[in-house]
């Protein structure tokens, strides 16, 4: 079982910048990958960023440019420094952990979600 705890959430104005935070805790062999996603009310979720292990972050096109993520493989954690917010970036953003046991299956884990808003 892993467990993901997220912090960093809030309410900024429309331009300002948020850094989603992410740890990764319990029993499991290697992460796979981290990342994030987001949901907009009456929507599915959706990929904002995730990073695998010893890999290339991967973007939505909608966030390019403008959102980085990072581990810290040490603490197993995963970041999102999201600048120039805009109001279509209001949601809540998941936190995502693809992790191995045994090296031939995966599970994959969310955290429990954390609302932006982006209002002035």
């Known amino acids: 079982q892993v467990q993901l705890v997220e912090s960093g959430g809030g309410l900024v104005q429309p331009g300002g910048s948020l850094r989603l935070s992410c740890v990764a805790s319990?029993?499991?062999?290697?992460?796979?990958?981290l990342g994030w996603h987001r949901q907009f009310p009456g929507n599915q979720r959706e990929l904002v960023a995730t990073m695998p292990t010893g890999g290339r972050p991967n973007y939505a096109d909608s966030v390019k440019g403008r959102f980085t993520i990072s581990r810290d493989d040490a603490k197993n954690a995963v970041y999102l420094q999201m600048n120039s917010l805009k109001p279509g970036d209001a949601a809540v953003y998941y936190c995502?952990?693809?992790?191995?046991?045994?090296?031939?299956?995966?599970?994959?884990?969310w955290g429990q979600g954390t609302q932006v808003t982006v209002s002035s």
């Open positions: 319990g029993s499991f062999l290697r992460i796979i990958s």
């Open positions: 995502n952990a693809v992790v191995t046991d045994d090296y031939r299956t995966s599970s994959n884990y």
